[in-house]
């Protein structure tokens, strides 16, 4: 299995953070898929939950994929970053979701029983479908969170 990264993943860049309760941040995570995936064993770590927030809002914008392609977006285990390839990708925020070229909306149910947790927690995306390198292929999580 390969682990991709994005350049939050990667902790050189940094999600909003808000300093007032009940204050909605917004974090836009993009990722070009500049290299193969492959749907059997790769997962992609777009981002993360920063730490004592809830998902209010979340939005995938495939681009450029294969018609058929499906994703499981969700929380992955072991620490935001940590590049270890045996890490696991939950489904808690959009399960077999569409991921080809039109938007996809998490269900509101759905975000509002994640719970809080006093650590960041990453965001995986496993596909459905291999993805061939190119820059016109895309994926954008767009996750607004409440403190």
Do not use: W
């Not at 820059?135 to 954008?140: E, L, M, P, Q």
């Amino acid at each position: 299995m390969a682990l991709f990264q994005s350049e939050v993943a990667k902790r050189r860049e940094t999600p909003p953070t808000g300093y007032v309760s009940g204050s909605v941040q917004c974090a836009i995570f993009t990722y070009t898929f500049n290299d193969d995936f492959t749907s059997a064993s790769d997962i992609l770590e777009i981002g993360f939950l920063p730490a004592d927030t809830i998902p209010v809002r979340a939005r995938l914008l495939p681009e450029g994929l294969t018609a058929s392609n499906e994703a499981d977006v969700g929380f992955m285990s072991g620490e935001p970053g940590d590049p270890d390839p045996d890490r696991t990708s939950g489904d808690e925020l959009f399960d077999g979701v569409a991921a080809v070229s039109v938007e996809a909306a998490a269900a509101a149910i759905d975000l509002l029983a994640v719970t809080r947790s006093d650590k960041h927690r990453s965001i995986g995306i496993k596909m459905s479908e291999n993805i061939t390198a190119g820059a016109a292929k895309k994926v954008t999580l767009i996750l607004e969170y409440i403190h």
